[in-house]
T-cell receptor
Framework: GAGVSQTPSNKVTEKGKYVELRCDPI?????LYWYRQSLGQGPEFLIY????????DSGLPNDRFFAVRPEGSVSTLKIQRTERGDSAVYLC????????????FGPGTRLTVL | QKEVEQDPGPLSVPEGAIVSLNCTYS??????FMWYRQYSRKGPELLMY????GNKEDGRFTAQVDKSSKYISLFIRDSQPSDSATYLC???????????FGQGTELSVKP
């Protein structure tokens, strides 16, 4: 079966622009997570959805970052007024209700803000 | 101070060597411990998952957890060039919660 997919794989934008990053979780997975990975660092948690609602958004760095999951499947991470410091790989992971703690990661979206 | 500390390396070993990777953590609330492997420009993939203190073995990989010392390890026996990757330790406080990662150790296994 298909794994977690993320689009686009690469995104280059200019400072101040708005971007949307998309995550398609594994079919049937109820939990979805967003992480951000800067060069040479481990992933850092951003937000976690259980179904359609955000169960934990404590990792969002500021109000320029927002994420939605309106139908409990696909999720979109939205970044307003991008800054150069937002450049990173944005990773999405999903987990099944029966799958314990195993989170399956997508390949990530590499965001570059010029 | 970060909650999870991991030496970033890089670590270079010859093929066939035993590799030891380690992480320390400060929060005793962590209950679940994982090791992920990440190849260049790929997402992390789960290698090992442990819940309690002790050892867990899977093929050439052994994970150790010492909760009293807040220290976890991953051993790789008979290392292969295909093991060359970044190894990330990760921890969770509660079932289904967010992963807290270490910085990752970059490993290179030379033929």
């Amino acid at each position: 079966g298909a794994g977690v997919s993320q689009t686009p794989s690469n995104k280059v934008t200019e400072k101040g622009k708005y971007v949307e990053l998309r995550c398609d979780p594994i079919s049937g997975h109820t939990a979805l997570y967003w992480y951000r990975q800067s060069l040479g660092q481990g992933p850092e948690f951003l937000i976690y959805f259980q179904g359609t609602g955000a169960a934990d958004d404590s990792g969002l760095p500021n109000d320029r970052f927002f994420a939605v999951r309106p139908e409990g499947s696909v999720s979109t991470l939205k970044i307003q007024r991008t800054e150069r410091g937002d450049s990173a790989v944005y990773l999405c992971a999903s987990r099944s209700r029966q799958g314990g703690n195993e989170q399956f990661f997508g390949p990530g979206t590499r965001l570059t803000v010029l | 101070q970060k909650e999870v500390e991991q030496d970033p390396g890089p670590l270079s070993v010859p093929e066939g060597a035993i590799v030891s990777l380690n992480c320390t953590y400060s929060n005793s609330a962590f209950q679940y411990f994982m090791w992920y492997r990440q190849y260049s420009r790929k997402g992390p993939e789960l290698l090992m998952y442990t819940y309690s203190s002790g050892n867990k073995e899977d093929g050439r990989f052994t994970a150790q957890v010492d909760k009293s010392s807040k220290y976890i390890s991953l051993f790789i026996r008979d290392s292969q060039p295909s093991d060359s990757a970044t190894y990330l330790c990760a921890m969770i406080r509660n079932q289904g919660g967010k992963l807290i990662f270490g910085q990752g150790t970059e490993l290179s296994v030379k033929p």
